[in-house]
């Protein structure tokens, strides 16, 4: 009997660890848009949390998980995150994954903010997504089939509004492509290019969330977005990330004339969790200071951070001598997203999302530093699991758009005039009137359901729709607050 097939859109650790979790029993496919290493899992530093210390334990990992989603999480996500953690780890070193240890082999451990002990599991120094990505992807079996620069422009349903397939295009050459599926993934990450200054991959458009909205999936939050609150800036323009791990070796954020900005800003100080942190330093920059990362108590930086030293070396960026990195707050994760239970599966049946695509609302209003890639493991083998216990009991047809207007039809914002507005409306610091102008400002343009083939008209039109929801999502969110604090 022909195995059933599972569609998964995106590789990062997420996607990757569905896909290994279902290749013995599945003919699993992949789709990336562009290559397989682009994704926020390759990107991420800090590395894993996970309660594996001797004098840890996965309750104070959960307590500290809410106290910074500020008591706003799934408390039942957040038990299955903290109690699946060290098992997690434990499968991943019996598998030969390498986190970095001490000469004699005992487990190193990073200390991130809102932490209450140091547990963050790395590897390559600050390198751990990349590994963990590499190292999922070449345990892929060759039954694993990749369409790598080929990008999903729309879900497909059957007649009983099941998931049953994707419309593509290569992006070479934009041709059209439908794939049947029985069941579909989406694991394509947030949306922190919504942004000109993020941490994120360039990749990360929110492409799978808007194509959930456009079959009706529940959404959830979506307009929860986490600010990094150190992003090395060059000329102007985030460059990439400067881990929380580095606060955690001893950094601390201060301006232009020495004076520390956390000093006195909370208990924790410059490991404070990150919403805190990027609102002091927003303020900070808006009274007109600017913001550095000061060195000087941080031993062995360079052997402790080398893919840091390197961006900071390509950027020539002379922190040997000044001891200093040029750091601002930039958006960094979407803790809202596809809303789904425990088990990845959303309100369309058969459709799952998992990683940062998807919203269980672990992560609260605002996620525990080193939470991503532990949430992608749990959550997409749960996904997983539930797959399997699912029975397809009849040959799904996908429902192919027969009239599909064309790319013409779509007016779209150019990507810097959208990146600034949603800035203005949606960062750090929100007012109804500046979310009122986001979304007057998107009423000018018309992006439809429609075909698309080419990945930058496809990639705002994605931006577009969830600029719209986010903004929309703010306002509802502002408003109630006001009627609240009235009442
Ligand atoms: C960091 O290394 O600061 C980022 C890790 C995370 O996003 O949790």
Do not use: W
């Not at 780890?89 to 991130?112: M, S, V």
């Not at 208990?267 to 609102?279: E, F, G, H, M, Y």
């Not at 018309?446 to 306002?475: G, K, W």
Request: hydrophobic share 40%.
């Amino acid at each position: 009997m022909a195995k059933e097939k599972v569609i998964i859109l995106g590789a990062g650790i997420a996607g990757s660890q569905a896909a290994l979790e279902l290749a013995e029993d599945y003919d699993v496919h992949i789709f990336t848009k562009s290559a397989l290493l682009a994704s926020n899992s390759a990107l991420a530093q800090g590395g894993i949390a996970a309660a594996v210390h001797p004098d840890d334990e996965p309750l104070s990992h959960y307590r500290d998980t809410l106290i910074a989603g500020h008591f706003e999480n799934n408390r039942k996500a957040v038990r299955l995150l903290v109690e699946e953690a060290p098992h997690i780890i434990e499968e991943l070193r019996q598998a030969g994954f390498l986190f970095d240890c001490t000469p004699n082999g005992k487990l190193l451990f990073g200390l991130e903010g809102a932490h209450s002990a140091p547990r963050i599991l790395h590897a390559g120094g600050d390198q751990t997504g990349l590994l963990l990505t590499r190292f999922l992807h070449d345990r892929f079996p060759a039954s694993v089939k990749l369409h790598t620069y080929e990008m999903a422009s729309s879900i497909l349903l059957d007649q009983d509004g099941h998931a049953a397939g994707i419309r593509t295009f290569t992006t070479k050459d934009g041709h059209c492509h439908f794939y049947h599926c029985d069941h579909l993934i989406i694991a394509t990450g947030g949306a922190g290019q919504l942004f000109g200054n993020t941490s994120n991959d360039a990749s990360i458009t929110g492409d799978g969330i808007a194509m959930a909205i456009q079959v009706g999936a529940a959404i959830r939050d979506l307009s929860a977005i986490q600010f990094h609150p150190t992003l090395y800036f060059a000329n102007g323009r985030a460059v990439g990330l400067v881990s929380e791990a580095v606060r955690g070796q001893g950094a601390v954020l201060v301006d232009q004339s020495g004076r520390a900005l956390m000093a006195g800003e909370h208990p924790l100080a410059d490991l404070a969790p990150r919403d805190i942190v990027s609102k002091v330093l927003f303020r900070a920059q808006n009274a007109g200071c600017s913001i550095f990362l000061d060195l000087s108590k941080v031993t062995d930086f360079e052997a402790k951070f080398p893919h840091i030293t390197a961006m900071l070396d390509e950027n020539q960026e002379p922190f040997r001598q000044t001891k200093k990195i040029p750091v601002q707050p930039g958006a960094h994760f979407l803790m809202g997203g596809i809303a789904t239970n425990l088990s990845g599966q959303t309100s369309v049946p058969d459709l799952y999302a998992i990683g940062e695509a998807a919203s269980t609302g672990v992560h609260g209003s605002n996620r525990l530093a080193s939470n991503s890639l532990l949430e992608a493991f749990v959550f997409s083998k749960r996904a997983a699991d539930q797959i399997k216990r699912t029975t397809i009991s009849h040959k799904k047809m996908a429902i192919i758009p027969k009239k599909d207007c064309l790319s013409g039809g779509v007016s779209l914002p150019e990507r810097t005039l959208l990146q600034e507005k949603v800035r203005q409306a949606l960062g750090i610091e929100r007012s109804e009137e500046s979310l009122e102008h986001l979304l007057s400002f998107l009423k000018a343009y018309s992006f439809p359901s429609c075909q698309v083939v080419d990945s930058d008209t496809l990639e705002r039109r994605n931006m577009c729709i969830l600029a719209a929801r986010m903004a929309e999502n703010a306002l509802t969110q502002l408003r109630q607050t006001e009627i609240e604090m009235r009442s």
